[in-house]
């Protein structure tokens, strides 16, 4: 695959999340028609006001062009969108090699992503998370130049690859809104307390300091949290089936595509490379010894059942002398409050204000928008992936005592100085900085899933017209 198709594909999967469904018979591959949960408007298929019209009938011969198949507060899915993002998403899936799953499957996971994506961006209209054009044109340049593309370049290869422009646009507007959601909803507010750092050395030393990363891919059926024994046992039954298609040897994407309820699904089910400290608590004890190419046996947990398989191991890259930058930040974030154009303006007039002479630990003090403020903006000793991408890479150009140019992240707008840099044996110092990112990242992973499940089961959800079987 390509590196261009790659991040198309991310584009595409981040319309996905899980959530529980509110209507039985019309709930999608999360559950059967005895599942049902939700509100009561949901349960009586009450009337909901739509914001805009929904059928469009060609004039003159009454002929259906489009319908409706799911209404999500009041906002419609129609049978045109959802029938688009399945073609589209079976073509990316196609080129990955293998069988795809059947197209009425990977439609039913379609569309319950394509709920979640509405939920997911009418919250954050309600609560002023935005994305304006020029955020956007700016992130679709950047992944134009990470392919070596002109932007004219960049919009012929998504058309030949069937993807309209408009639509592109939209599915990168959500990406950075679901950053922005995750930043402000559970990133700024999760700690990890020295305490939950040590427990993970601990772990880690009684499996003897191994610092292999595993590469891990899953399957999840999710469980609705007010399930009756006999639901549950449907959904274990459900989790046995995709386990046994593993055993037999149909391919992890395949099933993960099929039968995952995780947000990931639509991605083969992959999280990626993660170390240990990384992999999902549920799945800790028993991923250390697991072999590469293994499957776990069904696992429950609070969210459902999982079957976890891990496609490959490999040792922790990396020299243990690194360069390490000492670096202060500045932060303006983007809000409800401050558009981007507002928060530039006040950035650059801080900028004007440190490049004038002023201390930047003072002027970071009194206007910094983040925890560090109360530290002059001090952000401390930082090595590879260890901060922000960006703040790296000023990192790199800047001379002691220089403040960088205007440096967006998905937190904001910043100012960047860096103090000294420095080459250092951080073998210990490293192994602790990896366990306390480890464990924040797997809290954040863990509490945005639940997060975003507890926003689509709030949401009112009325399935229509001939795909209610979906």
């Not at 891990?216 to 549950?232: F, T």
Request: glycine letters at 8%.
């Amino acid at each position: 695959m390509t590196r261009f198709t790659r991040h198309l594909m991310l584009a595409c999967a981040l319309w996905l999340a899980s959530g529980m469904a509110v209507a039985a018979g019309d709930l999608g591959p999360r559950f059967d028609s005895k599942d049902v949960v939700g509100d009561e408007a949901a349960r009586t298929g009450a009337a909901v006001p739509l914001t805009r019209a929904a059928l469009n009938v060609q004039a003159g011969t009454g002929r259906l062009l489009d319908q409706i198949v799911a209404v999500v507060n009041d906002e419609v899915v129609t049978q045109v969108d959802l029938d688009e993002r399945t073609d589209q998403l079976l073509q990316s899936l196609s080129k990955q090699g293998g069988q795809p799953p059947e197209r009425s499957v990977l439609r039913r996971q379609v569309l319950e992503r394509m709920i979640t994506d509405r939920v997911l961006a009418q919250y954050g209209r309600e609560n002023g998370v935005r994305v304006d054009d020029a955020t956007l044109d700016r992130a679709i340049a950047r992944i134009a130049d990470e392919n070596k593309l002109s932007l004219a370049q960049f919009r012929e290869n998504l058309q030949n690859d069937g993807v309209t422009w408009p639509r592109f646009r939209e599915e990168i507007r959500n990406e950075i809104l679901v950053a922005r959601l995750r930043e402000r909803e559970i990133e700024s507010r999760m700690n990890v307390t020295d305490g939950e750092v040590d427990s993970q050395l601990r772990e880690e030393a009684a499996r003897g300091n191994s610092e292999d990363e595993l590469l891990i891919s899953h399957v999840l059926v999710a469980v609705p949290e007010q399930a009756d024994p006999e639901q549950i046992s449907r959904r274990e039954a459900r989790a046995r089936e995709a386990l046994a298609k593993l055993q037999a040897g149909e391919k992890f994407s395949t099933v993960a595509a099929s039968y995952s309820d995780a947000p990931d699904a639509l991605q083969g089910g992959s999280l990626g490379w993660r170390t240990l400290s990384r992999i999902p608590t549920v799945f800790a004890n028993t991923a250390p010894g697991m072999k590469k190419g293994e499957i776990s046996a069904v696992i429950r947990s609070g969210s459902g059942f999982h079957v976890f398989s891990v496609l490959d191991r490999r040792g922790a890259e990396g020299a243990l002398i690194v360069r390490q930058y000492h670096l202060r930040e500045l932060l303006v974030r983007i809000d409800a409050n401050t558009s981007e154009p507002e928060a530039r303006v006040k950035v650059r007039a801080l900028k004007a204000r440190l490049d004038g002479g002023e201390d930047f630990y003072q002027v970071a003090k009194l206007n910094s928008e983040d925890e560090n403020r109360i530290k002059g903006g001090d952000i401390g000793w930082v090595g590879a992936g260890e901060t922000f991408p960006e703040f790296e890479r000023v990192a790199k150009t800047l001379e002691p005592g220089k403040v960088s140019e205007i440096v967006q992240t998905p937190m904001g707008l910043h100012l960047v100085q860096l103090v000294e840099s420095r080459d250092n044996d951080v073998a210990e110092e490293r192994r602790r900085n990896a366990a306390r990112q480890g464990v924040r990242q797997r809290k954040v992973d863990e509490a945005f899933e639940d997060w975003v499940r507890q926003q689509r089961d709030a949401a009112y959800v009325e399935f229509r017209g001939g795909e209610r079987p979906l």
